[in-house]
Nanobody, 114 residues
Framework: QVQMVESGGGLVQAGGSLRLSCVVSGRPFSSAPINWFRQAPGKERTFVASISTDGGSTTYSESVKGRFTASRDNAKNTAYLQITHLSVEDSGVYYC???????WGQGTQVTVSE
């Protein structure tokens, strides 16, 4: 079964930065785009970013465009999400998911304080 392990979250002040990591096992990592989502308390999970299989193409939601950068290292089966200029509204649990995977990992918590 495909497993996703997200890490790198934490408590950060507004304006700060974090780099989230996503290690994928159980399937050929380079064969699928990787999507990032987040879920704020009491809200639905929403799309944040996507990166193509070779890393050459990325897509972002309007709310994070220009502040978040998705990347991947296929040799390490790892995807990354660099998040900068954080605001309180960016707080939530962040998840990664290879395209075509139906289940979720445990996510990593990002908390931004003012």
């Amino acid at each position: 079964q495909v497993q996703m392990v997200e890490s790198g979250g934490g408590l950060v002040q507004a304006g700060g930065s974090l780099r989230l990591s996503c290690v994928v096992s159980g399937r050929p990592f380079s064969s699928a785009p990787i999507n990032w989502f987040r879920q704020a308390p009491g809200k639905e999970r929403t799309f944040v970013a996507s990166i193509s299989t070779d890393g050459g193409s990325t897509t972002y939601s309007e709310s994070v465009k220009g502040r978040f950068t998705a990347s991947r290292d296929n040799a390490k089966n790892t995807a990354y999400l660099q998040i900068t200029h954080l605001s309180v509204e960016d707080s939530g649990v962040y998840y990664c998911k290879p395209h075509g995977t139906s289940h979720w990992g445990q996510g990593t918590q990002v908390t931004v304080s003012e």
